[in-house]
């Protein structure tokens, strides 16, 4: 079994920064896919960003330009730096991963980190 551990969320005002950091358990397990997801309340979860093995990113139009994604593959840990954060970014942010080669495919969820961006 993999765990994902998520770290970094907190408070932060309209126009600050916060780094997430997710890191697998598992040192034999190599992700294919590591990526981030939200849920705001009272909606379902969206997609934010993901990024594969060889470093190909992708990202929600709603965060492209403010949101970077990356993976240090040896310490199986995939990052999101967040920049101009916005009061609509608040959620909880999840991270996940998965080994099949299919982009998107994930396996393992973290338990979730509350961002709060305040006014």
């Known amino acids: 079994q993999v765990q994902l551990v998520e770290s970094g969320g907190g408070l932060v005002q309209a126009g600050g920064s916060l780094r997430l950091s997710c890191t697998a358990s598992?040192?034999?397990?190599?992700?294919?896919?590591m990526g981030w997801f939200r849920q705001a309340p009272g909606k379902e979860r969206e997609f934010v960003a993901d990024?594969?093995?060889?470093?190909?990113?992708g990202y929600a139009d709603s965060v492209k330009g403010r949101f970077t994604i990356s993976r240090d593959n040896a310490k199986n840990t995939v990052n999101l730096q967040m920049n101009s954060l916005m009061p609509e970014d608040t959620a909880v942010y999840y991270c996940?991963?998965?080994?099949?080669?299919?982009?998107?495919?994930?396996?393992?969820w973290g338990r979730g980190t509350q961002v709060t961006v305040s006014s």
């Open positions: 996940a991963a998965g080994a099949s080669p299919v982009r998107g495919k994930y396996d393992y």
């Open positions: 598992r040192r034999t397990f190599r992700p294919y896919n």
């Open positions: 990024i594969v093995f060889s470093g190909i990113t």
